[in-house]
């Protein structure tokens, strides 16, 4: 295993960092994503305000149940010290087939260890057809 990118970020380690969590979020597995954030982790995703690991775990575990054949980019948008932002898209289809994109921004929180901490996304969405996927 590979050793845990850590805060105070530069640019190569905030885009490591950002790549990789792109890379676990792909997985689409609450138990294995949850181990990147900390046991006292916040979040606030839309409307949804979740606090620990469990909570978190949950709220990912309802999100991909619903969300199928789900593919995020993350990029890059700034960092300093302990801080990420970061621009996203993902898309997805729900159970009647119907295809979404979803774009929005997220603001991260580290602790020293590397552990997310804080996560705040604002995320907006539209309907789209399969046709126009664009995340493979």
Not at 54 to 77: H, I, N, P, S, T
Not at 87 to 93: P, W
Request: glycine share 6%; hydrophobic share 35%.
């Amino acid at each position: 295993m590979s050793q845990p990118i850590k805060p105070p970020f530069t640019e190569a380690s905030a885009r490591a960092k950002v790549q990789a969590a792109e890379d676990l979020w792909n997985t689409c597995d609450p138990d294995r994503v949850v181990l990147a954030y900390t046991e006292d982790t916040a979040w606030r995703n839309r409307g949804e305000f979740a606090t620990g690991r469990d909570a978190v775990r949950d709220l990912l575990a309802r999100k991909w149940q619903r969300e199928l054949g789900y593919r995020l980019k993350k990029e890059l948008f700034t960092f300093s010290g302990n801080r990420i932002a970061v621009h996203f898209e993902y898309e997805y289809r729900d159970d009647s087939g119907q295809h979404y994109r979803a774009y929005g921004n997220e603001h991260w929180v580290f602790a020293e260890d590397g552990r997310m901490q804080q996560r705040e996304a604002s995320i907006n969405e539209i309907t789209i057809t399969e046709d126009q996927r664009r995340i493979d």
